[in-house]
Structure formats: structure tokens, C-alpha cells
T-cell receptor, first 110, second 111 residues
């Protein structure tokens, strides 16, 4: 069953923050976040394993709430290069079959 | 930095024809995957492959699809008799453990 992402689209000005959520109705083994720019391959951002950890990379971080089976991606002080569609991919069993959400389109304007 | 490569970048074929999409995974990776993305939609899992056999496949991966690792470096997806609805971007991915790295994709157009 595919995860549900929200919001579907976000428009920000450069420097603003954004939060993208990914919810599953099933218990997750891991959540994988990717960013895809138009016409390009998804680029790996980070992975979170069950256990409720939080990870960060520069101004992009993510958390995983195991009780809620929800992951959130945080983009701080957004840059123009952050524009794209963000997908979460969920893995139920550690079998590495990723089921992706519908994506969140992020537009950053100057 | 090592990356997954795919050929061809674009393929146009007639309905009913066979196509083979090729991928070269990152060299020390052991797990290989195919995904597809219909234009404007989400990425969909097709199949995963480990130790020379399919480990998982989706409902989409029916009898018209097959995968093969013909040698030590290539990983292929064959679509035996293409249908119009097979038109999509096909991504190959590989992983050493959990993190999957995607190739640039092959855009398949079935006419």
C-alpha cells in the first residue's frame, strides 16, 4: 500500500522553510527520501530506519515517528536548488522493495 | 563518484516488439532493481534481483517482463511484447545494503 504524502505541492520564497510528510498505514522498516528534478533520475537524500531516528544533512533533515508510522522531511532556509519533486519510498520488511508516495512538488521562487 | 548507467537513453518501438533495456550497476553493489515512472506519476517498483535471482516482484512485473544478469556487469530488463501502456521512464537502481542509487533512466515510447 502506497504511503501518503502531504502537501501535494508547496511554493516558497528562497530562504523559507518547508515540511513534507509521509504517512503509512503499515508498520515500516525504513523510509527513504529522494528528490527528482524534471526529466532526471531520483536522487537519494537520506534513509531512516525504524527506531524513531532523526537525520540531517546541511539544511535538510528528516525524522521518523515509529508510533505514527510517519516521516517528515524538513527543508530549512530553502535554496533555489531545492526545487523539485520529493518522494518518500517505504520499505516494510527490509526487503528493499520501495513503494513510493505520489510526491510533493516544491517550487522555490527568488 | 561511481554511478549507475543505463542505455539507451531513449527508445521508440512499435507495439508488439521486444525491447531490452540495459543497466550497469555500481560495481560493488549486490542488489539490483527496476522501477518505472509513467509521465507525471510516481515511481513504481517492478522487480528486485539478488544472487542471480528475483527476490521480489510487483503485480506489474508479469510474464511479458524478464530480468537477467548476463555477465558480471550488466543487468537487463526485457519486455517481450510491448504494449502502449508500457510507455514510461524505466529506472535501474542498485544498492550495497539499504540505500538505492538510481540510474538516469531509459525513456521508452511504444507506438
Amino acid at each position: 500500500q502506497q504511503p501518503v504524502q502531504s502537501p501535494q505541492a508547496v511554493i516558497l520564497r528562497e530562504g523559507e522553510d518547508a515540511v513534507i510528510n509521509c504517512s503509512s498505514s503499515k508498520a515500516l522498516y525504513s523510509v527513504h527520501w529522494y528528490r527528482q528534478k524534471h526529466g532526471e533520475a531520483p536522487v537519494f537524500l537520506m534513509i531512516l530506519l525504524k527506531g524513531g531516528e532523526q537525520k540531517g544533512h546541511e539544511k535538510i533533515s528528516a525524522s521518523f515517528n515509529e508510533k505514527k508510522q510517519q516521516s517528515s522531511l524538513y527543508l530549512t532556509a530553502s535554496q533555489l536548488s531545492y526545487s523539485g519533486t520529493y518522494f518518500c519510498g517505504t520499505d516494510l520488511q527490509g526487503a528493499q522493495k520501495l513503494v513510493f508516495g505520489q510526491g510533493t512538488r516544491l517550487t522555490i521562487n527568488p | 563518484e561511481p554511478e549507475v548507467t543505463q542505455t539507451p537513453s531513449h527508445q521508440v518501438t512499435q507495439m508488439g516488439q521486444e525491447v531490452i533495456l540495459r543497466c550497469v550497476p555500481i560495481s560493488n553493489h549486490l542488489y539490483f532493481y527496476w522501477y518505472r515512472q509513467i509521465l507525471g506519476q510516481k515511481v513504481e517498483f517492478l522487480v528486485s534481483f539478488y544472487n542471480n535471482e528475483i527476490s521480489e516482484k510487483s503485480e506489474i512485473f508479469d510474464d511479458q517482463f524478464s530480468v537477467e544478469r548476463p555477465d558480471g556487469s550488466n543487468f537487463t530488463l526485457k519486455i517481450r511484447s510491448t504494449k502502449l501502456e508500457d510507455s514510461a521512464m524505466y529506472f535501474c537502481a542498485s544498492s550495497e545494503s539499504l540505500t538505492q542509487y538510481f540510474g538516469p533512466g531509459t525513456r521508452l515510447l511504444v507506438l
